[in-house]
């Protein structure tokens, strides 16, 4: 199979990564109809327009399984598996978060309730790892897709592990530090992008080195792309991710404020913790933050760390020396797009 | 490996089953001991005593095994995870039924909060999975591997199913049938321990017949099982299982209520259906639930399905034709102990 530029536009990537997914999501038998419906629109394939994620795990490990291969169609159960994984933590994480909106749309545990939220979050879970078996069936081996699984698996559960740091922080008066918190986004945003991509490279692959590359390619990737989403959370900078910088108004300890805690001067690091226990969202407060935020070079720091996890990603991407011209255009313009450091 | 009496012993089976299943609960890395801590206190091996659950799960499966090779010890990976993917269900039932109480300890969601609970529901969830790659440590072909996990994901689903009937039925006024109600048990309880006795038996052979046989008797055990906690959960006969006659109180719609609200007279299908929008347990009104029950036929009928289901079930480990005489005995003590009607 040959690449043409047109079978490498990102659109098409995420239609057909859509078709597979709905393949799984479908309506089965009339009296578990309801479960599949929250699924679909959880997912935004329920019809509507302008609600569906940005697609980009599934991209990325279709872009790197097509940057090695020419073609990404036969990695497409393994996009399924890593959005449809993503979308169950989403729909888990809203519950936890309490968070009521999600792509402008209600989240599934309002419209539904809490114990069917949690129930279809289940689903998705369960149904990610249906969707792999498909590999089977297109022609890998039993061995590369149960390789495939095990790094799935573990991802799990570094998911888990970072959801439960993410939690028992932000619940307590648990100390977090910049350490703890690299700790943290390591394995709750970083673990699944990487995996992605090193799925998306040892489908296309036997060699060990190339798809080392490509995990930490994906990792330093999943870094940057989380640090600079601190940044729009606070300092705005519309992007094409959408992103709106509340964080500040939903008291949500990011990087820049963990960094500004540890950093600024005893009486900006007082006045900001009191500003975090007082949950009042007025304007003047915001702009009092943000103020001791940037005098105490949190803002600068985490555009550094951005950049060099950017950077590195860039690097480990050229390391490899196995990437298609076409395929690595498109992942640096994915790069490019999602992290504006 | 040879089979000794000892070998067989449910208790050293239980033991084994432990000790996989704390090899992968253990603490991992300081920053996220506290989800395995929670993992460990949910499934009762926090060191407490007399609060871990029956492992009929895993005992079921490593029974098959054993039954057809003689020694359990190689199932054990197969063992704990199904054990552990029961578990994540429970801890997501409890949040999602609003239950405080899990064998007479509080449930981890009244101790750790819903957010942290769900999480935790969810690592247990990867757990089950990571589980399953030890049996190619232990020499599985990779084909069996994959064969099992195949299963073990569509019976998840299947749970999800089940679970989204379930919520469904009971929170709306949505209609619920006998018919459906057997629907959803099948999906929610017969199929994890279907799943759980057809992995022991595919491990063990690749006869499809004799694999077939296993799921079958499964299946119907599973059904029979959960008709026969329908019967305790309302004329009680306290059993091995600590089941205690609370259904009523609590308004749970079992076969038993369904059967009724389907076939009693008009005046007590009315009166039945009264008590039950009324939440009020007074022990008069308990009663006259049961009174109108067993008028209805319910209580007979309840029984007589249990039975059908038990001796469908015996006949097809019967038929299996390659079960060894002690995990047969094994086998038939579980049946009756879990099954008293």
């Known amino acids: 199979m040959s690449t043409t530029a047109h079978e490498l536009d990102l659109g098409q990537l995420i239609a057909d990564t859509e078709e597979e997914i709905l393949r799984l999501v479908r309506d089965h038998d009339p009296s578990t109809v309801g479960v599949y419906e929250q699924c679909r629109y959880h997912l935004g394939l329920d019809g509507s327009t302008g609600v569906s994620g940005k697609r980009m795990r599934p991209l990325l490990g279709l872009l790197a399984y097509a940057s090695i291969t020419g073609d990404h169609r036969a990695a497409l159960p393994g996009a399924a598996a890593v959005e449809l994984g993503h979308n169950f933590s989403l729909v888990h994480d809203d519950i936890e978060d309490g968070d009521s909106e999600r792509r402008h749309r209600p989240t599934l545990w309002t419209l539904h309730g809490i114990p069917q939220a949690i129930n279809t979050g289940d689903m998705l879970f369960s149904l990610s790892r249906v969707a792999l078996h498909r590999l089977t069936d297109l022609g890998f081996s039993d061995h590369k897709v149960l390789r495939l699984m095990r790094l799935y698996d573990e991802t799990c559960v570094a998911l888990c592990e970072g959801q439960y740091i993410d939690i028992a922080t932000s619940e307590a008066d ?44 994906g990792w330093d990737l999943g870094l940057a792309f989380q640090l600079n989403d601190d940044l729009l959370g606070i300092w705005g900078e519309e992007q094409a991710t959408g992103k709106e910088p509340t964080d500040v108004a939903r008291r949500k300890k990011t990087l820049p404020v963990i960094y500004a805690i540890e950093h600024a001067s005893a009486p900006d690091r007082a006045r900001l913790m009191e500003l975090y226990r007082d949950h009042a969202a007025t304007g003047a407060a915001i702009q009092e933050v943000i103020d001791i935020l940037d005098r105490s070079g949190a803002h600068e720091y985490t555009r550094e760390q951005a950049r060099l996890h950017r950077d590195r990603a860039l690097a480990e991407l050229d390391a490899a020396g196995v990437v298609l011209p076409e395929a690595r255009a498109r992942l640096h313009e994915i790069v490019v797009r999602v992290i504006a450091a």
């Open 174 to 217: 648990t100390a977090m530090s910049v350490e703890l918190y690299f700790d943290m986004i390591g394995r709750k945003t970083a673990a699944l992008i990487a995996a992605s991509i090193e799925a998306g490279a040892l489908l296309a692959t036997d060699d060990e080195k190339v798809i080392a590359h490509y995990r930490n390619f």
